[in-house]
T-cell receptor
């Protein structure tokens, strides 16, 4: 059983650029959630995808968008990058058929620095 | 937000027991989860509670009281490797995390 993987591990961008982050979910999982974690803070929910459909969104602007593919891998896209977007971006996969009681398993994260 | 509060930092001695508290001002969630996060790494799952009461998993136990809006994580026989941040999260399918408690274990 493979765990959650993310790519790239680190990324440096400049203000105004666009970035795509990728996540492969754990084998057998159909749900991917994305989180932003600023230094010294807990992860903040961005959005979740369940069976290729968006299944909830946190308090993030529309320039944060995502996709989930038929193999349940996922992408997070951020347009018009701002300095405050610098953070650790985590994806977590779960088996989303248990009404919210399922454990989420996190990938190693992508550390994004916006200059 | 869900107003999830945890102490910012705690210090304990190797071999001791430590209790990390989490209070929240929300209701109707599916479960309360605890994660451990070492610096620069991803959170790893420790324990969760759906019903009130104590769940024990080896050296780690977690307690939930929905009526009191309160949970705690209990770590026994502390080891140096337990130095990390501990995050509590309430689940409404999506997780809402507290800011985490940084635990320092000293010899």
């Amino acid at each position: 059983e493979t765990g959650v993987t993310q790519s790239p591990t680190h990324l440096i961008k400049t203000r105004g650029q666009q970035v795509t982050l990728r996540c492969s979910s754990q084998s057998g999982h159909n749900t991917v959630s994305w989180y932003q974690q600023a230094l010294g803070q807990g992860p903040q929910f961005i959005f979740q995808y369940y069976r290729e459909e968006e299944n909830g969104r946190g308090n993030f602007p529309p320039r944060f968008s995502g996709l989930q593919f038929p193999n349940y891998s996922s992408e997070l896209n951020v347009n018009a990058l701002e300095l405050d977007d610098s953070a650790l971006y985590l994806c977590a996969s779960s088996l989303g058929d248990l009404g919210g009681q399922e454990t989420q398993y996190f990938g190693p994260g992508t550390r994004l620095l916006v200059l | 937000g869900q107003n999830i509060d945890q102490p910012t930092e705690m210090t304990a001695t190797e071999g001791a027991i430590v209790q990390i508290n989490c209070t929240y001002q929300t209701s109707g969630f599916n479960g309360l989860f605890w994660y451990q996060q070492h610096a620069g790494e991803a959170p790893t799952f420790l324990s969760y509670n759906v019903l009130d009461g104590l769940e024990e998993k080896g050296r780690f136990s977690s307690f939930l009281s929905r009526s009191k809006g309160y949970s705690y994580l209990l770590l026994k026989e502390l080891q140096m490797k337990d130095s990390a941040s501990y995050l509590c999260a309430v689940s409404f399918n999506k997780f809402y995390f507290g800011s985490g408690t940084k635990l320092n274990v000293k010899p």
